[in-house]
């Protein structure tokens, strides 16, 4: 049994903290080989009702009346918790996402990481007092919306449910959380654990089902306060319509095409692996994948060939077996990658990885491309693929290098590798993008750092400090006392 050491029945929701059977159901399958895992409830619109009033409920209840710093030692709690458990979440990661089992592992730990973070943030956050006329005492209080909805994406459950359950609990929130239909045992698990580790019940909600049926019922229910979403643009887009009917606030976290500027001064020792895990990570199904390296001309071939014989060396496999990429989450998936491939038949390749002999024929594998010399405008250097494919794209200036790096819709992620500290400078503040990296990519994930885009990536932050600002609300406080 998947689940086994988790207390979840199969095929149920978690609300009011009863787990709660389904009538219908879905079937999770395991994108390495194709077989099915188990049954997950396929969630109503009558479901998410009911998950929306326990949060209602818990908000009047021991949840609503609680001290931040109680708030703050349970989510530390179930940090601890996550911590003994993460062999056993990172199983279930790789079984249902198809994601190299090292890289599920990173993953457990960044969701422990999250409950320590907003465990220890949650009575951290103030209010502040405000000069004001003769006569008055103004002052600031930050409380929650009050019941927040989380839609997430299948590609990296556990660290999306920290960054955003964890800061909405931290908060004060209630939540509902619908995680996607092809992913969904870890969000269950997390729901288990909090519930071990003391959360009251309907603090945390757990709706799984299909993003037409459960997803759209979430986003249109007008007892949610709050929405955040990590998804696709067009997805996205659903969403943030339904919220305007409700006129409630929503975070998005969309897509990227994030490049990575490598200038000829570069540490290319350095910058190697970044330039290609950033690609190749999760299988490309990355929101703040690299997909795009500018090369400035005077190193372009050294990068190339130094990626491409990176390339060569990924291996291509099941997930358990931990190989260097996994396969897609799903045969969409892999078709949609495909095409994008398919699209590339103009342009010249400079390598791919293998996918290994004896890979199950129905895993969702697909070989890792590196596209060389792409045009900046191309369909390739312009839409979000979501599969392991970057292109290399050279540029002479920097003044070309910030044009071409600019020239998308999104505006999530960028890097500058170059030792010239003045147009590290430069370019942090001249790039479009929600977090700019010099001479690193990613800095590890930090779980302290503001995250989140422009343009079609979206808006708002999650992560870090700032994650609390965004799941809660200021009231002003005015009193005449003359
Ligand atoms: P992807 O294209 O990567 O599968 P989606 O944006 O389609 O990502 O899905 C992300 C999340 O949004 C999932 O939980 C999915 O169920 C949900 N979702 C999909 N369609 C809708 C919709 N119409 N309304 C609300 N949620 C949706």
């Given at each position: 049994?998947?689940?086994?050491?988790?207390?979840i029945?199969?095929?149920?929701?978690?609300?009011?903290?009863?787990?709660?059977?389904?009538?219908?159901?879905?079937?999770?399958?395991?994108?390495?080989?194709?077989?099915?895992?188990?049954?997950?409830?396929?969630?109503?619109?009558?479901?998410?009702?009911?998950?929306?009033?326990a949060?209602?409920?818990?908000?009047?209840?021991?949840?609503?009346?609680?001290?931040?710093?109680?708030?703050?030692?349970?989510?530390?709690?179930?940090?601890?918790?996550?911590?003994?458990?993460?062999?056993?979440?990172?199983?279930?990661?790789?079984?249902?996402?198809?994601?190299?089992?090292?890289?599920?592992?990173?993953?457990?730990?960044?969701?422990?990481?999250?409950?320590?973070?907003?465990?220890?943030?949650?009575?951290?956050?103030?209010?502040?007092?405000?000069?004001?006329?003769?006569?008055?005492?103004?002052?600031?209080?930050?409380?929650p919306?009050?019941?927040?909805?989380?839609?997430?994406?299948?590609?990296?459950?556990?660290?999306i449910?920290?960054?955003?359950?964890?800061?909405?609990?931290?908060?004060?929130?209630?939540?509902?959380?619908?995680?996607?239909e092809?992913?969904?045992?870890?969000?269950?698990?997390?729901a288990?654990?909090?519930q071990?580790a003391g959360?009251?019940?309907?603090?945390?909600?757990?709706?799984?089902?299909?993003?037409?049926?459960?997803?759209?019922?979430l986003?249109?229910?007008?007892?949610?306060?709050?929405?955040?979403?990590?998804?696709?643009?067009?997805?996205?887009?659903?969403i943030?319509?339904?919220?305007?009917?409700?006129?409630?606030?929503?975070?998005?976290?969309?897509?990227?095409?994030?490049?990575?500027?490598?200038?000829?001064?570069?540490?290319?020792?350095?910058?190697?692996?970044?330039?290609?895990?950033a690609?190749?990570?999760?299988?490309?199904?990355?929101?703040?994948?690299?997909?795009?390296?500018?090369?400035?001309?005077?190193?372009?071939?050294?990068?190339?060939?130094?990626?491409?014989?990176?390339?060569?060396?990924?291996?291509?496999?099941?997930?358990?077996?931990?190989?260097?990429?996994?396969p897609?989450?799903?045969?969409?998936?892999?078709?949609?990658?495909?095409?994008?491939?398919?699209?590339?038949?103009?342009?010249?390749i400079?390598?791919?990885?293998?996918?290994?002999?004896?890979?199950?024929?129905?895993?969702?594998?697909?070989?890792?491309?590196?596209?060389?010399?792409?045009?900046?405008?191309?369909?390739?250097?312009?839409?979000?693929?979501?599969?392991p494919?970057?292109?290399?794209?050279?540029?002479?200036?920097?003044?070309?290098?910030?044009?071409?790096?600019?020239?998308?819709?999104?505006?999530?992620?960028?890097?500058?590798?170059?030792?010239?500290?003045?147009?590290?400078?430069?370019?942090?503040?001249?790039?479009?993008?929600?977090?700019?990296?010099?001479?690193?990519?990613?800095?590890?994930?930090?779980?302290?750092?503001?995250?989140?885009?422009?343009?079609?990536?979206?808006?708002?932050?999650?992560?870090?400090?700032?994650?609390?600002?965004?799941?809660?609300?200021?009231?002003?406080?005015?009193?005449?006392?003359?």
């Amino acid at each position: 049994m998947p689940l086994s050491g988790f207390a979840i029945p199969s095929a149920s929701h978690l609300i009011a903290g009863e787990w709660t059977s389904a009538a219908s159901t879905l079937t999770l399958t395991n994108p390495s080989d194709g077989t099915d895992i188990t049954s997950i409830a396929r969630g109503t619109a009558a479901d998410v009702d009911a998950a929306v009033t326990a949060a209602k409920t818990a908000l009047t209840g021991p949840w609503g009346q609680m001290t931040a710093t109680e708030r703050g030692r349970i989510l530390s709690r179930l940090g601890q918790l996550i911590l003994t458990r993460t062999e056993d979440l990172a199983q279930l990661e790789a079984r249902d996402v198809g994601k190299p089992i090292t890289q599920a592992r990173a993953d457990a730990v960044a969701l422990a990481r999250y409950m320590e973070f907003y465990g220890g943030a949650a009575d951290k956050i103030m209010g502040e007092t405000i000069p004001y006329l003769q006569g008055y005492t103004v002052y600031t209080l930050r409380e929650p919306h009050g019941v927040t909805g989380h839609i997430i994406p299948w590609n990296y459950p556990m660290q999306i449910i920290g960054r955003s359950v964890g800061a909405a609990l931290a908060m004060g929130n209630a939540c509902v959380l619908k995680p996607a239909e092809e992913a969904c045992l870890t969000a269950l698990a997390f729901a288990a654990l909090a519930q071990e580790a003391g959360l009251p019940a309907g603090a945390l909600n757990v709706v799984t089902g299909l993003g037409a049926e459960a997803g759209a019922a979430l986003s249109a229910h007008p007892g949610v306060n709050h929405l955040s979403f990590t998804g696709s643009v067009g997805v996205g887009t659903l969403i943030q319509t339904a919220a305007a009917q409700n006129v409630v606030p929503v975070t998005l976290e969309l897509g990227g095409k994030s490049p990575q500027i490598v200038f000829d001064d570069a540490d290319l020792d350095r910058a190697l692996p970044f330039l290609v895990n950033a690609g190749i990570q999760n299988a490309g199904q990355t929101c703040s994948a690299s997909s795009r390296i500018l090369v400035q001309r005077g190193v372009y071939a050294k990068v190339r060939d130094r990626m491409a014989a990176a390339y060569t060396a990924l291996t291509v496999g099941p997930a358990l077996t931990d190989p260097s990429v996994g396969p897609l989450i799903s045969a969409r998936q892999k078709q949609i990658v495909a095409g994008f491939l398919d699209q590339g038949r103009d342009l010249s390749i400079a390598a791919q990885g293998k996918i290994v002999e004896n890979a199950p024929s129905a895993g969702h594998y697909i070989a890792p491309t590196l596209f060389d010399n792409v045009p900046p405008n191309h369909p390739l250097a312009q839409q979000e693929i979501f599969g392991p494919v970057q292109v290399l794209i050279p540029f002479d200036t920097e003044e070309d290098a910030v044009a071409i790096a600019n020239g998308t819709e999104f505006g999530l992620v960028a890097a500058v590798w170059t030792r010239d500290g003045a147009r590290q400078m430069r370019l942090s503040k001249a790039l479009h993008a929600g977090q700019v990296f010099i001479n690193n990519y990613g800095a590890g994930g930090g779980v302290e750092l503001p995250f989140g885009g422009t343009g079609k990536s979206g808006h708002g932050r999650e992560k870090g400090f700032e994650a609390l600002y965004g799941f809660s609300t200021l009231k002003t406080v005015a009193t005449w006392h003359g």
